[in-house]
């Protein structure tokens, strides 16, 4: 049903986009339009995703729980779907070339297993979560790749940090990253991809 709805809008952006290029949007804009592709979803998704804006940009924060399974790069179907409508109505526009990051982030448990020779740590493997969503953007949509920028954090920004916050000399420290990290569903929310548009 998701699948279907979104699909539809996916669509309709599309013929609108036909023929002449469309002006760029605010970030005003690009807020109010994620804020609609949330409203659509599933209510047991709509709690994972959020959206929310600072200095970098308006961004798209979905947890781990429809992004990846723990200790893999297999992209979620949850995902895939959110992607494909912000792909279209977000990320197509010829006339906007503004920077788009996609960044990575992982729980804070070791990378084990067989990934273990593929992915050393959790900045392999959140770098490489960062690629995969990024290749799935421009192989799937066209998204043109001088837009956008994989970035891999590990484990060093939980969520729930603010990016200010961030900037406060130890503020993360291992002990915060343990709290943050401290039950499944903690580390769930850290297994996170989050996109931002920026604003220039």
Known sequence: MMAEEMSEVASGAKNESDGDKQPMKS?????????????????????????????????????????????????????MEILDIAAELLMTNASDMR??????????????????????????LSSARAAVVVNYLISAHGVSSTRLRAMGFADIWPSGVSFMDMRKENYVDQAKIAELNASSDLMAKNRRIKIIFTPS
Request: proline share 4%; net charge negative; charged share 30%.
């Open 27 to 79: 970030q005003a804009q690009v807020k109010e339009e994620l804020k609609d592709i949330v409203d659509e979803l599933d209510e047991n998704v709509k709690s994972k995703v959020k959206i929310s804006s600072d200095v970098n940009g308006v961004a798209l924060e979905m947890d781990g729980d429809i992004c990846f399974a723990g200790g893999t790069v297999d992209m979620h179907e949850e995902m």
């Open 99 to 124: 920077p788009i990051f996609i960044q990575g982030h992982s729980d804070n448990q070791p990378v084990s297993g067989k990934l273990k020779e593929q992915y050393p740590t959790n900045w392999e």
